[in-house]
């Protein structure tokens, strides 16, 4: 199945996460298929960019969002 969900990026103790799609089977940080946006949770307005487009166009094939996608996005 096809997943949206976070990949961690940076450094420690500063994470920065890219939103992606990739296959359920895969680890956190393996490959993808296409990012679609990131968030970065250190910054002190939360920054949280999506593709709306193409968030769309993932869910209207069938992917799944995460529910830390799910919730994340609903914020947006």
């Known amino acids: 199945m096809t997943m949206i969900r976070m990949t961690r990026m940076g450094r420690k103790k500063k994470p920065f996460y890219r ?14 298929i296409e990012s679609i946006g990131h ?14 487009e193409r968030l769309n166009y993932w869910l209207s094939v069938g992917a799944q969002m995460s529910p830390t996608v799910k919730r994340l996005a609903g914020k947006k």
């Open 19 to 32: 939103i992606v799609v990739t296959d359920s089977r895969k680890r956190r940080d393996g490959g993808w």
């Open 39 to 52: 968030y970065n949770p250190v910054s002190p307005s939360k920054d949280l960019t999506i593709d709306e």
